[in-house]
T-cell receptor
Framework: NAGVTQTPKFRILKIGQSMTLQCAQD?????MSWYRQDPGMGLKLIYY???????DKGEVPNGYNVSRSTTEDFPLRLLSAAPSQTSVYFC???????????????FGSGTQLSVL | GESVGLHLPTLSVQEGDNSIINCAYS??????FIWYKQESGKGPQFIID?????DKRQGQRVTVLLNKTVKHLSLQIAATQPGDSAVYFC?????????????FGTGTQLKVEL
């Protein structure tokens, strides 16, 4: 299993540009999420999904959009890049069984994004 | 809103010593806690987790202690090795949650001195 795969690893954007960060997992996990990590800080939740066709906002959703058309893929779209979106973005997945309670997240290796 | 926080931003230990990394949480309704290790340029790696119905859980060289009375979580690493050098994050899940949403603390840098 490759686990959680994120592409690209690095990207530089100009202000106002849009782009899509890709995330794919091959563990058949129902739950997927996107976090951002600013320098020297913890991770903040952007969006999450508990299954195909279902998405919801996290703590910092403004300026982003997501879709979940398949179990495997959960792309994150930046609508109009701003310098405040310079960060490292992590995708994560986990099994999700509502009766069992929360379980550990498996993280990808991250996408480092700079907006200039 | 409520958040998870850490007491010490940097912890330096001698190789072979035991390390203790502390974490304070403020939401008494949180039901799940987890520790991650993050090496430079990499994504967080799972270390150990614990549910709120437990006080202690042990893994290989690691132990997590949960004190719900004072809302405190700690990670103990036995016989610390150079490979343990990293940033360690605690995180919590607070119901109703909606899946596996985790709220992360700001992290503690562990430095292992030879």
């Amino acid at each position: 299993n490759a686990g959680v795969t994120q592409t690209p690893k690095f990207r530089i954007l100009k202000i106002g540009q849009s782009m899509t960060l890709q995330c794919a997992q091959d563990m058949n996990h129902e739950y997927m999420s996107w976090y951002r990590q600013d320098p020297g800080m913890g991770l903040k939740l952007i969006y999450y999904s508990v299954g195909a066709g279902i998405t919801d906002k996290g703590e910092v959703p403004n300026g982003y959009n997501v879709s979940r058309s398949t179990t495997e893929d959960f792309p994150l779209r930046l609508l109009s890049a701003a310098p405040s979106q310079t960060s490292v973005y992590f995708c994560a997945s986990s099994p999700f069984r509502d009766t069992r309670g929360p379980e550990k997240l498996f993280f990808g290796s991250g996408t480092q994004l700079s907006v200039l | 809103g409520e958040s998870v926080g850490l007491h010490l931003p940097t912890l330096s230990v001698q190789e072979g010593d035991n390390s203790i990394i502390n974490c304070a949480y403020s939401n008494s309704a949180s039901d799940y806690f987890i520790w991650y290790k993050q090496e430079s340029g990499k994504g967080p790696q799972f270390i150990i987790d614990i549910r709120s119905n437990m006080d202690k859980r042990q893994g290989q060289r690691v132990t997590v202690l949960l004190n719900k009375t004072v809302k405190h979580l700690s990670l103990q690493i036995a016989a610390t090795q150079p490979g343990d050098s990293a940033v360690y994050f605690c995180a919590e899940n607070t119901p109703p949650g909606g899946g596996n949403k985790l709220t992360f603390g700001t992290g503690t840098q562990l430095k292992v001195e030879l």
